[in-house]
């Protein structure tokens, strides 16, 4: 099965500056890869998917990247605004026979972002 | 979250009690998830369905955790009995090929 590494649990960061995230995985490349924002006491909610043929993806301050080689994702704050402060999680799917299909989720980085 | 309402969203009861938490989906989506959530071990998946059918439960921890879904709207877990270390939040999601929805959980402290 596949392992997901995110790099640091929390991440502290000024406002104005870029966030960077890391997503590391072990196994199989995956056909995409997703990330997602938590806030206390609520659930996961998704931001962005980025696929294996995709080498960036920007939604208005969020940019991702996906190295299939090195087998890693970065994700990227530019701006970083105190209401970014959140949990960030990314999530592989994974295929196995039919009807067979799941997400696996890294740990999460907690970032903060301090005005 | 509108997507997926789940329900208690709170849950205090007494270790051995028998829990069950409930999860309403919105339709039109072919996948249901059950993961759970701690600070130690992260989302974990308990069990998906598709289409209703259970496909894989391998991350249901014991014989206590049990899980249906009799139709698309609607999806229990059940805990009995419940433990301590049965402490955690519970999240319902949903997913057709790509993103999950999910709901706002159900945190169950186990006392």
């Known amino acids: 099965s596949q392992k997901i590494e995110q790099n640091s649990e929390a991440l502290n960061i000024q406002e104005g500056k870029t966030a960077t995230l890391t997503c590391n995985y072990t196994n199989y490349s995956p056909a995409y890869l997703q990330w997602y924002r938590q806030d206390p006491g609520r659930g996961p909610v998704f931001l962005l998917l980025i696929r294996e043929n995709e080498k960036e993806k920007r939604k208005e301050r969020l940019k991702v990247t996906f190295d299939t080689t090195l087998k890693q994702s970065l994700f990227h704050i530019t701006a970083s605004q105190p209401a970014d402060s959140a949990t960030y999680l990314c999530?592989?799917?994974?295929?196995?026979?039919?009807?067979?299909?799941?997400?696996?989720f890294g740990k999460g980085t907690k970032l903060s972002v301090i005005p | 979250d509108a997507g997926v309402i789940q329900s208690p969203r709170h849950e205090v009861t007494e270790m051995g009690q028998e829990v069950t938490l409930r999860c309403k989906p919105i339709?039109?989506?072919?996948?249901l998830f059950w993961y759970r959530q701690t600070m130690m071990r992260g989302l974990e998946l308990l069990i998906y369905f598709n289409n209703n059918v259970p496909i894989d439960d391998s991350g249901m921890p014991e014989d206590r955790f049990s899980a249906k879904m009799p139709n698309a709207s609607f999806s229990t877990l059940k805990i009995q009995p419940s433990e301590p270390r049965d402490s955690a939040v519970y999240f319902c999601?949903?997913?057709?090929?790509?993103?999950?929805?999910f709901g706002q959980g159900t945190r169950l402290t186990v006392v």
């Open positions: 999601a949903i997913a057709g090929n790509t993103e999950a929805f």
């Open positions: 339709s039109g989506h072919d996948y």
């Open positions: 999530a592989l799917p994974s295929y196995s026979g039919a009807g067979s299909y799941q997400l696996t």
